[in-house]
């Protein structure tokens, strides 16, 4: 199975000041159909996961601005430029390229 | 407005077995491939299994071949996961998700499984 590697698991942030997030994946994620199916999910204290990012960089409808991702291969980050109040909770990326499909380990983003 | 309405959690003893619905409404059902997705308590997130849309490919973890078996039932917009031979390892919060570009674009809320005698 691809292993996904996170960091950092824990991440303090100050409001308003950027924040960034790295992902590692045991092998490429690019797929036979050449695409990068990588993923990044957000999960709020006792609520479901919610996709913001997928593909590497493209954005899911009602996602901030504020969030971006990138990289390629194996190498992927995903960057919070502001950080608000309500971005607490944990992160996952997730890839969707060799099933079984993995996720990271998560990150924990918490205000300072 | 998707959404995914799981049911079917609870308590059930070591060895026991458990059927989770999902009701899925506010979009095409039968064109979309469907999967299950859990978290254990206080842990991360584990891909169980996902099917196509006509129900005729099923994808599963190695840790649940053989015990868990999803289906679909797309007359009745319904996924399903029956659970068997169920241990203290399959105590999780069960999330149905709808697929889109090999992830989950929308979740339910879960429904919690708690496999103890």
């Known amino acids: 199975d691809v292993v996904m590697t996170q960091s950092p698991l824990s991440l303090p942030v100050t409001p308003g000041q950027p924040a960034s997030i790295s992902c590692r994946s045991s092998q490429s994620l690019v797929h036979s159909d050449g695409s990068t199916y990588l993923n990044w999910f957000h999960q709020r204290p006792g609520q479901s996961p919610r996709r913001l990012i997928y593909q590497v960089s493209n954005r899911d409808s009602g996602v901030p601005d504020r969030f971006s991702g990138s990289g390629s291969g194996t190498d992927f980050t995903l960057k919070i430029s502001r950080v608000e109040a309500e971005d607490v909770g944990v992160y996952y990326c997730m890839q969707g390229t060799h099933w079984p499909w993995t996720f990271g380990q998560g990150t924990k983003v918490e205000i300072k | 407005e998707v959404r995914l309405v799981e049911s079917g959690g609870g308590l059930v003893q070591p060895g026991g077995s458990l059927r989770l619905s999902c009701a899925a409404s506010g979009f095409t059902f039968s064109s979309y491939y469907m999967s299950w997705v859990r978290q254990a308590p206080g842990k991360g997130l584990e891909w169980v299994a996902n099917?196509?849309?006509?129900?005729?490919?099923?994808y599963y973890v190695d840790s649940v071949k053989g015990r868990l078996i999803i289906s679909r039932d797309n007359s009745k917009d319904s996924l399903y996961l029956q659970m068997n031979s169920l241990s203290a390892e399959d105590t999780a919060v069960y999330y149905c998700?709808?697929?889109?570009?090999?992830?989950?674009?929308?979740w339910g809320r879960g429904t919690l499984v708690t496999v103890s005698s």
């Open positions: 998700a709808r697929e889109n570009g090999h992830s989950a674009e929308d």
């Open positions: 099917i196509d849309p006509s129900g005729s490919a099923k």
